[in-house]
């Protein structure tokens, strides 16, 4: 897996609010750019942090409309008893999510996001406190509401963790993508439910407050909105989310508002990577974003391209026996490399055309941030022993 190193961006300290007239409004409210007639200069853009947001549009039910035709939604989905399940109930869940996973085609781009971040502690209180009543079991509610208060204070220094998967299609406009994306949420869901896995579909502000909490992590202010309002304050979506400043001047290192960040990609080494990677990716104590970016090739594009790579082999191989013939040795005597990868070739082939396997291209990518340079530099210095020790490197994109 790579990830090429993007150019270098201007920084956009200033957070400038495009004009309402340059604006209009959707049916579900949202906010979307207005076309520019045909014949005019184009106007040069001021450079302001909404504008660094990339989505044109959120829209009330969840769809997000982000650029080039491409509308996606996100589903949250919840933990389950994996590490402590038995083995056959461990292979059971292996093998749903494998029907899972193989259920999304080349059209279908997807993502799996998990989200540690730091909560409000007082708003977190407030939502598991339970009021009493007045009847004889108040003082049940008491003893309970006491309990959950000190399994807080003894949690992950008030620590959330969350999990997500998006998907996105490309469609011509809204009315297109929104069906078809429905159909694909229904059959998220069917499948999570085989699983055993409670999930649930995100709305339009569910959305707009992730990336309110990630864009300002810094002031842990509460995320104010309505769609309602839209109309009449003459402001964009973007307007309620967006932090008070970005800056990329420093290649490795990135500030949005109070808080600094760095994104590196995950660079895999290892033959086979295990689940317990993950889990101690999201244990440390830190605002992370880990995400799995992954789109299914087509099976026939998948087919010949590994077709494609075994030829090259046998290639190679031919070439050594050649040598081997000349230098006067056995011809039987190949490269270790060789061997291997031609055996993994061949069960992959098998995999794809007989087993109804697809081909994901994945890109793992974390983002960390911390109010502090060096509480940055100890996180990442933790993050990259835990890669190196799965045998992977963390490398760093710069100005991301």
Not at 197 to 210: F, H, P, S
Not at 242 to 258: D, E, I, Q, V
């Amino acid at each position: 897996m790579s990830a090429k190193k993007s150019a270098s961006k201007k920084s956009t300290p200033k957070n400038t609010k495009p004009s309402f007239f340059s604006m209009f409004t959707s049916k579900n409210g949202a906010k979307e750019p207005q076309k520019k007639a045909s014949g005019r200069r184009k106007e040069k853009e001021i450079p302001s942090t909404q504008r660094s947001i990339p989505y044109r549009a959120m829209y009330r039910d969840g769809i997000c409309y982000g650029k080039d035709g491409r509308y996606s939604k996100t589903v949250r989905f919840y933990d389950i008893n994996y590490q402590l399940a038995q083995n056959d109930d461990k292979a059971s869940i292996f093998e749903c999510w494998s029907d899972f996973l193989n259920y999304f085609d080349s059209s279908i781009h997807f993502q799996l996001s998990f989200i540690n971040q730091h909560i409000n502690i007082a708003e977190y209180q407030q939502m598991i406190d339970i009021p009493p009543t007045g009847d004889d079991f108040d003082y049940i509610r008491a003893e309970y509401t006491q309990m959950l208060q000190d399994q807080l204070a003894k949690g992950n220094n008030g620590m959330t963790k969350v999990k997500y998967i998006s998907f996105s299609i490309d469609a011509s406009d809204y009315k297109d993508a929104k069906p078809r994306l429905e159909r694909v949420e229904t059959d998220v869901l069917a499948n999570f439910k085989v699983l055993g896995v409670r999930a649930e579909t995100l709305t339009g502000y569910d959305r707009l407050k992730i990336m309110h909490d990630t864009f300002n992590s810094d002031s842990r202010e509460p995320f104010q909105f309505s769609y309602d309002r839209l109309a009449d304050s003459g402001l964009t979506t973007k307007d309620f989310i967006a932090p008070t400043s970005l800056n990329f001047k420093s290649g490795r290192y990135f500030r949005m508002g109070g808080s600094i960040g760095a994104v590196s990609y995950l660079q895999i080494m290892a033959p086979e990577l295990t689940d317990k990677l993950l889990a101690q990716f999201l244990d440390i104590d830190s605002d992370l974003i880990l995400t799995l970016h992954i789109h299914s090739l087509d099976q026939t594009k998948a087919i010949k391209n590994v077709k494609s790579k075994i030829t090259d082999l046998d290639r190679m191989k031919m070439d050594e026996q050649k040598k081997a013939v000349r230098a006067g040795y056995d011809m039987d005597i190949l490269p270790s490399d060789l061997l291997t990868f031609g055996t993994e070739a061949k069960k992959l082939l098998e995999d794809l055309q007989s087993r109804n396997e697809r081909m994901f291209l994945v890109t793992v990518i974390l983002m960390m941030t911390a109010p502090t340079k060096k509480q940055l530099d100890s996180n990442l210095f933790q993050a990259s022993s835990i890669a190196q020790q799965a045998n992977c490197n963390l490398r760093r994109l710069d100005y991301r």
